[in-house]
């Protein structure tokens, strides 16, 4: 099994699941780093993967994906200069370049200074990082999931769009959804899904245009909730068919709901581009997919452990390594 992780998103999520109070030996936190290893050691000891890659946003908010919805995570857009701030990711693996984004992400101040540790961690142990100029990691990992012709593949986020990866035909691909937390996590195959939403995971970038998703600066058609957008993407097909019966003149739309459709009609002509993943993002994988049972470089990892007061977080990932 490939397994493709969404690093930014585990380690924010990391970061707001362990407290600040974890620190290192000289008082700086590392909770976001700690609780990042807990959670790949959780995911890998229960999959048990054979490759491994963690996805990484080198450009958290595409100019592509702006300049078709102004609005695409405006909200994370820091505001005003006073507060120190990070991209999701932008910074080529372990090199500490600038990234493509022009805009900068609001990030807690305590959890910038722990990313760079957290990839000197993986680059240690031995497990690869992705990640494509001008590319979010939700890109990165639809492109893999395109392209990966060999084993099963599970995405591992807490971001439901990636639900639009999930097939049931060789290779098979599923996504283990954390995003309620690691108690709850729930692994979505391509049926999972369809019970779930009601759609085809194929269909989920239209139905998540269709309803909106707050979190990413999406409004949605007003008045269309999850069952009605299901209702229409299954009826026609895509949003694409759905302008199309929108300006046709016999549908079986309502009035009241064409009404709503048309309103929206410049929103529906972009949204779907906005909330697909690429699945041709130039990816570049940083060292080799297969994971190692034992740290490639043991030496660095003990300095990188007893520098920042890890040996627990980072033992518990090892000991997932070695049983796979």
Request: with cysteine; net charge negative.
């Amino acid at each position: 099994m490939l397994q493709l992780l969404d690093l930014a998103g585990i380690y924010f999520r990391a970061f707001f699941a362990v407290p600040t109070s974890t620190t290192s030996p000289d008082g700086r936190p590392v909770n976001a780093v700690r609780g990042s290893l807990d959670i790949l050691a959780r995911v890998i000891a229960d999959a048990r993967p054979t490759r491994v890659i963690a996805c990484l946003d080198l450009d958290w908010r595409p100019a592509w994906r702006v300049e078709l919805i102004p609005s695409y995570k405006t909200h994370r857009v820091l505001e005003t200069q006073s507060t120190v701030a990070a991209t999701d990711l932008a910074l080529t693996p372990h090199s500490g370049t600038p990234g493509q984004s022009a805009d900068i992400e609001v990030v807690p101040d305590e959890l910038s200074p722990q990313v760079p540790i957290l990839l000197d961690v993986l680059a240690a142990l031995g497990i690869a990082t992705a990640g494509a100029v001008g590319f979010e990691a939700d890109d990165v990992i639809g492109t893999l999931t395109a392209t990966e012709k060999r084993d099963p593949v599970e995405v591992v986020t807490g971001d439901r769009d990636l639900f639009q990866v999930a097939r049931d035909t060789d290779p098979r691909i599923s996504v283990r959804y954390i995003g309620a937390g690691m108690s709850k996590a729930q692994v979505y195959g391509a049926a999972e899904v369809a019970a779930k939403y009601g759609i085809q995971p194929g269909a989920y970038a239209d139905f998540a245009a269709l309803r909106g998703d707050p979190s990413d600066g999406l409004p949605g058609v007003p008045g269309v909730g999850d069952k009605t957008a299901a209702t229409l993407i299954n009826r026609f097909g895509s949003v694409e068919g759905l302008v199309e019966a929108m300006d046709g003149r016999s549908t079986g739309l309502t009035a009241s709901m064409r009404t709503k459709l048309t309103a929206a009609r410049d929103y529906l002509l972009v949204a779907p581009k906005v909330v697909r993943v690429a699945t041709d993002a130039p990816v570049v994988v940083d060292g080799t997919d297969l994971l190692p049972s034992e740290p490639v470089d043991p030496g660095g990892l003990s300095n990188l452990i007893r520098k920042h007061g890890i040996g627990g977080s980072t033992a518990r990932l090892v000991k997932a390594m070695e049983g796979r």
